[in-house]
């Protein structure tokens, strides 16, 4: 049987293409972490060869990068500060402050994809990004090379039921602050992606695909008994699940 990409080669300058907008994103990407860990360049780890992007027919590829910084201005403050600064840059952003445990922001430009994460209480965050998907390899079929098509209009998205509520969390325990007892990951609700300005999916993020809430790995509730003291201080004290009878 013959190998329909037996005889594929790679489009001219595409890979060009691509190491160019990796050096991009490095520095855009150091450009947030000079803000979170003043005075340090880092080394900002990236794909040795260019990942699979956008799943048409034929595949379009792009680099990521990823960046963990031990910082003590990984605050919700700073990370709105950044993604404001992002905004005067001409970036689209996204900006999610409501959990005291983690503090998220994303942003999009000219098909760029940054996003970061900060752990106020772990002195830590979390950053990366992707650039512009490129069509790297010639279509075997002769096919004309041409922007991939529009995406499917999506179909209707029903939210994920709770893995657990006040009324059924064990003694002891609290629903979780970030998913309030969904289980799933508050950003993509069980879908593992989000969509970008052109509608195309970006892995989510928040969860980077795992599709469960980080903070209680999917249980829905936490056992206070369990938590670091600067976590429990964010939980109100523990109270009987609802309709449980004192005695």
């Keep these: 049987m013959t190998d329909a990409w037996a005889d594929v080669a790679e489009v001219p300058g595409a890979r060009r293409t691509l190491e160019r907008q990796g050096r991009v994103l490095r520095e855009e990407i150091l450009g947030v972490a ?3 860990a003043p005075g340090q360049r880092l080394p900002v780890p990236m794909s040795r060869e260019p990942e699979e992007d956008l799943w048409h027919e034929p595949l379009w590829y792009a680099r990521r990068a990823t960046l963990r910084l031990t910082t003590d201005f990984g605050s919700a403050e700073v990370v709105q500060h950044i993604a404001h600064r992002l905004a005067a840059q001409g970036w689209h952003t996204s900006l999610d402050a409501s959990s005291t445990a983690v503090a998220t ?3 999009t430009r000219d098909g760029f994809f940054l996003w ?3 752990f106020p209480g772990l002195s830590r965050a979390d ?3 992707s650039t512009p998907p490129v069509l790297l390899y010639a279509d075997p079929a002769g096919t004309a090379i041409g ?5 499917a209009p999506p179909k209707r998205f ?7 509520t006040e009324a059924t969390r064990k003694p002891g325990h609290v629903l979780c602050l970030d998913c309030d007892g969904i289980g799933w990951c508050p950003e993509c609700l069980t ?9 195309e999916k970006r892995r989510c993020f928040v969860c980077f695909g795992s599709k469960i809430c980080q903070i209680c790995g999917g249980f829905g509730q936490k056992r206070l008994a369990d938590m670091p003291s600067w976590m429990r201080r964010q939980y109100p004290p523990p109270t009987p699940p609802s309709g449980t009878q004192r005695r």
């Design 34 to 36: 000079a803000h979170l």
């Design 105 to 107: 922001a994303s942003a």
């Design 116 to 118: 970061l994460m900060a």
């Design 127 to 129: 950053l990366g990004g």
């Design 147 to 151: 922007p991939p098509p529009p995406p």
């Design 158 to 164: 029903v939210p994920p039921e709770p893995v657990v």
């Design 191 to 199: 879908r593992g992606y989000l969509l970008d300005d052109s509608g």
